[in-house]
Each structure stands twice: as C-alpha cells, then as structure tokens.
C-alpha cells in the first residue's frame, strides 16, 4: 500500500498522517499531531501538503478548523486529476518550446563539441545527422563510399522516407555522378563542383550543428559542433557558393 501512496509524491510522514487519519475520522490539528507523535508546527506542513495534492479537507465546527481525509473510494479521481495536470503542464510546455529554444539559442554562445573516433563512433554520429530533417552539405562520395560504404545510400533514403530536403555541393567524380542521377529531386537538390575543387572530409550544416567528417589513411574521425551562430555563417557560406554553380 505504501508503494501506491509514494507514487502519488508522498514521503514517508505524508502516508503516516493519511493513513492515520483514515482510521481517526474528521479531527482537530491537536489531536492529529497527537496520533501522529509530531509537533503542531511540523503537523500543519504536512496537512499543507495533503490538502495540495487533494487528499484532505478543512471544515469548521463550533469554531474550530477540523481535518478530514478524503473517502478511500475518492483515491483514483486524485490520480486522474494528477493526470490531467501533467497533460495540461506537457501541452503548455509545447506550446511555449519554441519560444525557450530561440531563446537558448540566443544566449548560448559557447559551442557544445563532441568528438568521435572510429568507425563505430562515427556512425553513432551519422545517427545524429539522419534524425536531421534538412541540412547542407559538402560532400567527397568517392571517399564516402569508399569508406563508410552504408551510409552513401542510407542518408539520402531517409531522407526522402522522412519527407526531408537538403543541399549538397559534390566533389566531381564517378561516385558523384551516379549519387547525383540517384537522388537529385526537388527537395534534395544536388550540384557537382568544378574539376579540382576536392577536400578529403566531409560537412554537414544542419539548423544549429555543425558536423564535419575527416577521412585518414584507413581512419575516419568526425567532429559535432552545436551553436546555431556557427552553423548559421556555414550555410551562408554555402549559399553563396551554391549560388555560383
């Protein structure tokens, strides 16, 4: 029993008093506390918080305040209450998330990075980047493919299965050609940069990271940086870019 009472937020005096006063029936404070074997003062703190949660009410009688617990029968309606609090606090909550996320955005001004080594690292990383819904890129396919073969077809195909868009700039190769008739649509726009334009990592520009992807001899390694301001002069980079192919 004690279990269902502490689901409902109540310590240990909480339970003690209720049950106690289950038993006693409407009561005084005095005699309460008396029952209870705790202080007027410490009595009155612990009822406060009864009273909040709905488990017991106040009424007065030839002038004096009386205490009663609420009927057993009444316990599943204070649960469904409690329910419907927290329903009402979640929808309150989204409602206002977009107003404390532009807000965080502005006053975070140091970057959170986070650095991954490896090829299983990293791919916990390319997770990271297909729960993206649209992004730019920089993108090397010829190393990609060679190296994280996987992941040159499953990033774009989630992204058309999550209905995303994306930019991407190619580094003009084989591998690029064949991504570019794959997948170039209008929501995943693709261009090839001009002959000799080449880089051996990769980046990623999503609303407010910043991922970029270095491929070594028979080594890949990846580097996330979160701060919207960063992120932000990326993809005003590489629209200006883009605007020149």
């Known amino acids: 029993m004690?279990?269902?009472?502490?689901?409902?937020?109540?310590?240990?005096?909480?339970?003690?008093?209720?049950?106690?006063?289950?038993?006693?029936?409407?009561q005084p404070v005095s005699v309460i506390a008396r029952n209870v074997g705790l202080p007027?003062?410490?009595?009155?703190?612990?009822?406060?918080?009864?009273?909040?949660?709905?488990?017991?009410?106040?009424?007065?009688r030839s002038g004096m305040k009386y205490?009663?617990?609420?009927?057993?029968k009444n316990l599943p309606g204070v649960l469904i209450a409690q329910e419907q609090k927290i329903q009402q606090t979640r929808e309150l909550l989204e409602k206002n998330l977009p107003e404390l996320e532009e807000l965080e955005n502005k006053l975070s001004i140091t970057p959170?990075?986070?650095?991954?080594?490896?090829?299983?690292?990293?791919?916990?990383?390319?997770?990271?980047?297909?729960?993206?819904?649209?992004?730019?890129?920089?993108?090397?396919p010829q190393l990609m493919k060679e190296m994280m073969s996987e992941y040159f077809y499953t990033i774009p195909e989630e992204l058309k299965r999550n209905r995303g868009s994306a930019q991407e700039l190619l580094v003009d190769c084989?591998?690029?050609q064949e991504y570019k008739k794959k997948y170039e649509s209008s929501e995943h726009e693709i261009k090839i940069l001009k002959k000799g334009i080449e880089f051996p990592s990769d980046t990623i520009i999503s609303k407010d990271k910043i991922f970029m992807i270095s491929y070594g001899e028979n080594q890949i390694s990846a580097t996330e940086i979160w701060n919207a301001s960063l992120a932000e002069t990326q993809r005003v980079l590489f629209h200006e870019l883009w605007k020149t192919l």
């Open 67 to 72: 205490v009663k617990c609420i009927p057993a």
């Open 112 to 140: 959170k990075v986070k650095f991954f080594e490896g090829e299983e690292a990293v791919k916990k990383m390319y997770a990271e980047v297909l729960e993206e819904r649209e992004f730019k890129s920089f993108f090397n």
């Open 2 to 26: 004690e279990k269902v009472f502490k689901e409902l937020g109540l310590n240990k005096k909480e339970i003690n008093t209720f049950l106690r006063l289950l038993e006693l029936g409407a």
């Open 174 to 176: 084989v591998e690029a």
């Open 40 to 60: 007027r003062p410490s009595m009155y703190l612990v009822l406060e918080e009864l009273k909040k949660i709905g488990l017991v009410e106040e009424f007065q």
